[in-house]
């Protein structure tokens, strides 16, 4: 599986996971589940399409072994190396600008935050260590440091937004908001991994609040609390961008009644869906490295009789003329290597190997029958498969007399 089919299946993991969210289990109290469900469902999007696995090169050769032929054989390899790659920008390339410009962005606003810290005063506020910065900044926290202008607020405020902070630290909500952002940098290009985003960042909040109306002296006086501490001031570096909608959710969320432990039942539908994108990714990546159409057929590996491969001197030392390419074998050589390009996208995955095509010069001379016995890449398969059909006519096989079939093996090698 190359880089650009993981990605996509990585990004089908993370739309289903939101969809499945959303429509299924946003909507009850289960806050600690919804939690668990997310992280687990995120890092089981990056793993699963690893999971997938290929047919055997061996259990190819072997099978080609068993293919009955009147002839074999074996030219010469061909390798093919990277200066006749023709430049091109790819799609691949978009991505990978994009990621690096996600992760510098992220870096960015680390060094602010650690600018931030630099440039803040420590405080014991009620028993908890708080930075407080010299501007003018809503509370928010990051790993185990709590950031707030605490002389901005009365005695009651400050203990609910303490409190609320508190929470944060203490369930590290931060490891919540880190994996919701290299989840969005990894895939920029997918709307759903930032809807997803922004469920990280509203679910922590949840918890938060659930996890603070338990301590404060007023569940109403908390609300309103906490639509004051928003107001105002300039959004954490690092920590999350409020909205009006976001509040109103949130003070939704606390006054929502218990769900039904019944509900608890929806969270088992993640099973079998995991299962079928874990299935997904086996067929998907057996498919794509391999093209066995052509051997499928068990009637067809049974016309001939069997025999084995042999050298072109061999076949010339028999009775039998081989097909010639026009030009000899230098000039088979010189076509395939003056035609054959390596693909960008092998390059860019820097991919090297050998790909073995077999196809067969009829008693006319004509190419027919290309088939991948050894593939390396989907994109180098092609290639291979694209240089075949053009070959010219040969001059064909003749055995006593009468033209021939004749089945040609050609090793192909990509080395960077």
């Given at each position: 599986?190359?880089?650009?089919?993981y990605?996509?299946?990585v990004?089908?993991?993370?739309?289903?996971l939101?969809?499945?969210?959303?429509l299924?289990l946003?909507?009850?109290?289960?806050?600690?589940?919804?939690?668990?469900?997310?992280l687990?469902?995120?890092?089981?999007?990056?793993?699963?399409p690893?999971?997938?696995?290929?047919?055997?090169?061996?259990?190819?050769?072997?099978?080609?072994?068993?293919?009955?032929?009147?002839?074999?054989?074996?030219?010469?390899?061909?390798t093919?190396g990277?200066?006749?790659?023709?430049?091109?920008?790819m799609l691949?390339?978009l991505?990978?600008i994009?990621?690096?410009?996600?992760?510098l962005?992220?870096?960015?606003?680390?060094?602010?935050?650690?600018y931030l810290?630099?440039?803040?005063?420590?405080?014991?506020v009620?028993?908890?260590?708080?930075?407080?910065?010299?501007v003018?900044?809503?509370?928010?926290?990051?790993?185990?440091?709590?950031?707030?202008?605490v002389?901005?607020?009365?005695?009651?405020?400050?203990?609910d937004?303490?409190?609320?902070?508190?929470?944060?630290?203490?369930?590290?909500?931060t490891?919540?908001?880190?994996?919701?952002?290299i989840?969005?940098i990894?895939?920029?290009?997918n709307?759903?991994?930032?809807?997803?985003?922004?469920?990280?960042?509203?679910?922590?909040?949840?918890?938060?609040?659930?996890d603070a109306?338990?301590?404060t002296?007023?569940?109403?006086?908390?609300?309103y609390?906490?639509?004051?501490?928003?107001?105002?001031?300039?959004?954490g570096?690092?920590?999350?961008h409020?909205?009006?909608?976001?509040?109103?959710?949130?003070?939704?969320?606390?006054n929502?009644?218990i769900?039904?432990?019944?509900?608890?039942?929806?969270?088992?539908i993640l099973?079998p869906?995991?299962f079928?994108?874990?299935?997904?990714?086996?067929a998907?990546?057996?498919?794509?490295?391999?093209t066995?159409?052509?051997?499928?057929?068990?009637t067809?590996?049974?016309e001939?009789?069997?025999t084995?491969?042999?050298?072109?001197?061999?076949?010339?030392?028999?009775?039998?003329?081989l097909?010639?390419?026009?030009?000899?074998d230098?000039?088979?050589?010189?076509?395939?290597a003056?035609?054959?390009?390596?693909?960008?996208q092998?390059?860019?995955?820097?991919?090297?190997?050998?790909?073995?095509?077999?196809?067969?010069?009829n008693s006319?001379?004509?190419v027919?029958?290309?088939?991948?016995l050894r593939g390396?890449t989907?994109?180098?398969?092609?290639?291979?498969l694209?240089?075949?059909?053009?070959?010219?006519?040969?001059?064909p096989?003749?055995?006593?007399?009468?033209?021939?079939d004749?089945?040609?093996?050609?090793?192909?090698?990509?080395?960077?």
């Open positions: 599986m190359n880089i650009l089919t990605i996509i299946f990004q089908l993991g993370i739309t289903t939101y969809l499945l969210y959303k299924f946003s909507g009850d109290t289960f806050l600690h589940a919804h939690r668990y469900t997310l687990g469902g995120v890092i089981f999007a990056f793993i699963y690893l999971a997938c696995f290929h047919i055997p090169r061996e259990g190819v050769e072997a099978l080609y072994n068993n293919i009955n032929v009147r002839y074999g054989v074996e030219l010469s390899t061909v093919v990277v200066e006749r790659m023709a430049d091109s920008f691949i390339d991505y990978y994009g990621v690096v410009l996600g992760f962005l992220l870096v960015i606003r680390v060094l602010s935050l650690l810290r630099m440039h803040s005063d420590s405080r014991m009620m028993g908890i260590k708080v930075c407080v910065p010299h003018p900044i809503k509370p928010f926290s990051f790993a185990s440091v709590i950031y707030m202008n002389d901005r607020y009365d005695p009651a405020m400050l203990r937004i303490l409190l609320h902070e508190k929470a944060h630290v203490r369930g590290c909500h490891i919540d908001l880190i994996v919701g952002e989840m969005v990894m895939g920029w290009f709307p759903f991994s930032w809807l997803l985003r922004q469920e990280f960042h509203s679910l922590v909040e949840y918890l938060a609040d659930a109306v338990k301590d002296f007023s569940i109403r006086g908390y609300q609390h906490l639509l004051q501490s928003v107001q105002g001031g300039s959004d570096l690092i920590g999350i409020f909205n009006q909608k976001m509040l109103v959710e949130r003070i939704k969320k606390i929502q009644p769900s039904r432990l019944s509900r608890r039942l929806l969270y088992i099973l869906v995991s079928m994108l874990i299935f997904a990714a086996h998907g990546g057996s498919l794509y490295q391999y066995m159409h052509s051997l499928s057929d068990k067809e590996l049974q001939n009789v069997a084995n491969y042999l050298s072109p001197q061999e076949v010339t030392a028999s009775s039998t003329a097909p010639q390419f026009p030009g000899g230098i000039a088979l050589n010189k076509f395939v003056d035609n054959i390009k390596y693909p960008p092998a390059v860019s995955d820097k991919v090297e190997g050998m790909v073995m095509v077999r196809f067969i010069i006319e001379g004509y027919v029958s290309p088939t991948i390396l989907p994109e180098c398969d092609a290639e291979v694209r240089i075949v059909g053009l070959m010219p006519r040969w001059q096989s003749v055995q006593d007399g009468i033209a021939v004749v089945d040609f093996v050609l090793p192909i090698t990509f080395k960077l």
